[in-house]
C-alpha cells in the first residue's frame, strides 16, 4: 500500500456520549505519535467547522489534560447535526470541504458519529474520489442507541447500558419502600431501535429492574399496555415499567407525539413526555399513586457510570481508524466483531464498508423480545452483559468529576 | 446513670435516600453487639410495622449481607409516610405502641428519618415517660432535604448534593455540544428548602454548571426569570437554569402547582413537571431550542454516586445513637457540629433535644443568595463542598451494583 503523507482531520457528529470523547483520543494520540500523519486537527463541531475553517492544532494541547478525553463526556470538540447535501444536486458544501483540504494538505478524515455521520463520511469521501484528490476516509462509530448495521455493537451503548440498569435498579429499591401500591413509568431514549430500553432488563435480570419493558420493535397497544399494569398492580403492588420514547401504535404514529411538535436538525421528531403521560394514564385507569420518570440527557452523558468495557472499546476503535488509514485502507467504518471463547467475550475490530452502513438501522431482534412485547427474553442478556461490564477510572477531584479542559487552539 | 437491659427497634421512616441503610447499619451492627441490647428488630415500613407487629429480627440475618446495606440505597426495612395523631385526641395507636413494646421488651427505639419523623419520636417518647413504661428514644436524622433544624447537615445531603452537581456538570458539557442556542431548565427537588437545588452551583464554581439558580427562598418572578435567561441567552447562546421544584410567587403558590394536584400522605402538595414547564415558556418567548429535565427519583437513590462523607456519618449517625441510649441518654436527635481545623473539615456528633428540633425547617441563609436570587454565593460552596469528598464503595458484579439482599425473617 502506498504512503500518504500529510494531516488528518478529526471531527464528533450527532448526539454525544459517555465515551465519543475516549475514541476521539484513540484518533488523536494514535495520529500524533505517526510520523505520516503531518499535523492533527480537530474540527470544531463536526463537519460545520470544517466549512467554517474552525479547526483546533490538536498538537498544542497538554497531553496530560488530553488523556482526561478517556473520561470526559460529550463532544469535546463540539458536535453538530449538519445534513450533507445531495453532492449531484448541489456541490457547494463539498466544494469548500475540498477547499479547506487542501488549505491544510488533508489526506485523512475521521469522523465519529452514528447512521447520518456515515452517510456524511461517504459523501465526502466519493466526492474527493471524483475531485481527484487522495484522502483517506473513515467512520468511527458512535452512538449511545447501538443502531448501526454491521457491527456487534457501538461504542457509547455499552455505558448507556450500564446508566440505564444501574438507575432501574436504584430506582426499584425505591419506588418499592413504602406499603402502598405505586406505577412507576421509565421512559429511555431510542427512537426507533430498542437496545437502549432493553438495557432496563439487565436490571430485572439481577431480580431489581422493571416488570415491564415496550420497546419500539413492536407494536405499542395502549389496552394492552393498561391489561398488564392493571394484572401485576392487583397482584403485587407494585410495577414499575420501562418504555421506549420510540413505542408507537400499529399505524406507526408515536405514543408521545402529542406532546410535542419539535424536530432535531436531521428533520426527526424530538420526542419526550411519555413517562408523564403514560403515568397520567395509569393513575385514571387505576386511581393508584403514579411516578412518571425521563432518563433524559442523563443517560448519554453520564461519564460517571460509565462501563469500562465501553472506554476501552471506544478508545480502541478510534485508534485502530488512524492506522488502517495510515496503512492505506480508506471508505471504512470501524466495526466489532464479538468472540466468545470458552464463555468469554473478546471484542476484534472489523472494518466495514462506509456504503454498507450508512442510513441502514439495527434493531432488537424480534426473537428477543416476548411474544406479548412487553419483556425481553435471556439472549439479549447475554449479548450486553459483557459490554456494562467494569467502573470507570474518572477521577474526582474535591468530590467531583474532572473532565478534560482543552485549549482549543485554533489552527491557521 | 442506669442500666437498661432489653431489646431495641429500629425504624426507618420518610423519603428514602442513598445513605439511610448505612445509619441503619451503624445502629443494627452497635446494637448487636452490645450486652445491654437483648434482640435487635427493624420495623417493617416504620412505626407502622411496629402498630401492625410486623418486626424483623436483625440477628437472623447473614452479617456479610447486612454489612452491604453501607452501600444498598433507599430504605431496606420498609419506610412509610404515617402521621401519628395527638395522643391527647387519640391515644389508640400509642396504647398499640406501648403493647407491641411490651410484648418484644423493646426499651429502645430508634427512629431514622426527617422533620415528621422526629414528631413521631417525641410523641412516642413523651406518651412511654406518661405511660410510665421506661423507653430510650432517639432519632437518627436522614433528609436529602438538609431542612432538620439544629444539625448542620443532615445524612442523605452530601450524597444527593453530590449526584446533582455531578449530573449537573455532565448536563453542562452535553448541552454545549452543539453549534445552535440552546436553554436547558433542570428541575432539582426541594420543597421548602433549596439546600438541594443549591448544590448545582458546585458544579458553577467547577466552571461547568447553571448559569441561573432559583431557591424556594426567594420568590420566583416569572417576568425576571425570563428577563434573565433570555439576557444570557442573547450573550452566549447556551444558558442552563436550575430551579427547585418549590420555587412560588410572591403569593407563595408554587410555580408548578397547576401540573398535579396530588398529595402525599402527609398532605404535602406533590410537585414536578415545572422543567417541562419553564422550558415551554421559554420556547414561547424566545422560540429556541429548550430541553426540560427532572431529576426526579434519581437524586435520592443514586448510591452509585455517593458521598463517601456523607456515607460514614451517617453510619456514624446510627451508631452513636445506640452508644449514646445504653448509657442513658433518651429524647435526642443525633445531630452533626462542623469542626474546621487549619482549613479541615471535621464532623463531630453532638446531641439536639427532640423536642428543638421536631417539625422546625431550616433553609438555606438569605445570604447565601445573591441579591437578583438567582444564583449562589461562596459561602454556600464553602459549606457544600467537604459535604460531597469522597467516592462511594459500593461493590459492583458483572458490571452492575450489588446491592444488600436481606432475610428478613419476622420476630414472633
Redesign the interface.
Known amino acids: 500500500m502506498s504512503t500518504l503523507k500529510g494531516s488528518c482531520i478529526i471531527g464528533q457528529s450527532g448526539g ?1 456520549t459517555a465515551v465519543i470523547n475516549a475514541s476521539a483520543l484513540g484518533a488523536i494520540q494514535t495520529a500524533l505519535a505517526d510520523p505520516r500523519i503531518t499535523h492533527v486537527y480537530g474540527a ?2 463536526g463537519i ?1 467547522g470544517v466549512l467554517d475553517d474552525a479547526l483546533y492544532d490538536m498538537s498544542l494541547e497538554d497531553p496530560a489534560e488530553l488523556a482526561r478525553l478517556k473520561y ?4 469535546a470538540l ?4 449538519h445534513k450533507m447535501k445531495d453532492p449531484d444536486i448541489d456541490d457547494t458544501e463539498y466544494r469548500r470541504v475540498l477547499e479547506i483540504f487542501k488549505k491544510y494538505d488533508v489526506r485523512y478524515f475521521f469522523y465519529n458519529g452514528g447512521n447520518d455521520s456515515m452517510d456524511t463520511c461517504n459523501k465526502i469521501s466519493k466526492y474527493m474520489l471524483k475531485a481527484g484528490y487522495e484522502c483517506r476516509v473513515m467512520g468511527i462509530p458512535k452512538t449511545i442507541d447501538n443502531d448501526l448495521f454491521g457491527t456487534d455493537h457501538c461504542p457509547g451503548y455499552g455505558s448507556a447500558a ?1 446508566y440505564i ?3 432501574c ?3 426499584y ?8 401500591p405505586m406505577v412507576t413509568v421509565i421512559e429511555i431514549m431510542g427512537r426507533h431501535a430498542g437496545w437502549l430500553t432493553a438495557a432496563a432488563a ?2 430485572t435480570a ?3 429492574g422493571p416488570d415491564l419493558i415496550y420497546l419500539p420493535e413492536t407494536d405499542f397497544d395502549q389496552a394492552a399496555f393498561l391489561r398488564d399494569v392493571k394484572a401485576l398492580y392487583e397482584k403485587n403492588g407494585k410495577v414499575i415499567a420501562a418504555v421506549s420514547e420510540g413505542i408507537h401504535d400499529a399505524e406507526g404514529r408515536f405514543i408521545s407525539e402529542a406532546s410535542t411538535s ?1 424536530t432535531d ?1 436531521f428533520g426527526h421528531a424530538q420526542l ?2 411519555l413517562a ?1 403521560r403514560l403515568a397520567d394514564l395509569v393513575k385514571t385507569e387505576l386511581g393508584c ?1 403514579v ?1 412518571g ?2 432518563l ?3 443517560q ?6 460509565a ?1 469500562a ?1 465501553d472506554i476501552e472499546e471506544a478508545y480502541a476503535a478510534g485508534a485502530a481508524a488512524v492506522r488502517h488509514a495510515v496503512e492505506g485502507l480508506t471508505d471504512k467504518m470501524v466495526g466489532f466483531r464479538r468472540v466468545m471463547e470458552n464463555g468469554h467475550y473478546r471484542c476484534e475490530i472489523q472494518l466495514l464498508d462506509l456504503e454498507g452502513v450508512a442510513n441502514l438501522e439495527k434493531k432488537v431482534p424480534r426473537e428477543w423480545i416476548n411474544a406479548e412485547g412487553n419483556g425481553i427474553l435471556p439472549p439479549f442478556i447475554d449479548y450486553a ?1 459483557p ?5 470507570t477510572g474518572l477521577p ?1 477531584e ?4 474532572r ?1 478534560a ?1 482543552l485549549k482549543k487552539i485554533r489552527a491557521r
Open positions: 454525544p470544531a463541531h460545520r470526559t463526556p460529550s463532544s463540539g458536535s453538530c447535526r450500564k440498569a444501574t438507575t435498579m436504584e430506582v429499591q425505591d419506588a418499592r419502600v413504602y406499603d402502598m439487565l436490571a439481577a431480580g431489581l419539535a436538525g419526550g413526555g408523564a399513586k411516578r420518570i425521563e433524559s440527557l442523563l448519554r452523558c453520564a461519564t460517571h457510570c462501563s468495557t452483559t459490554l456494562v461490564r467494569g467502573e474526582f474535591n468530590g467531583l468529576p473532565f479542559k
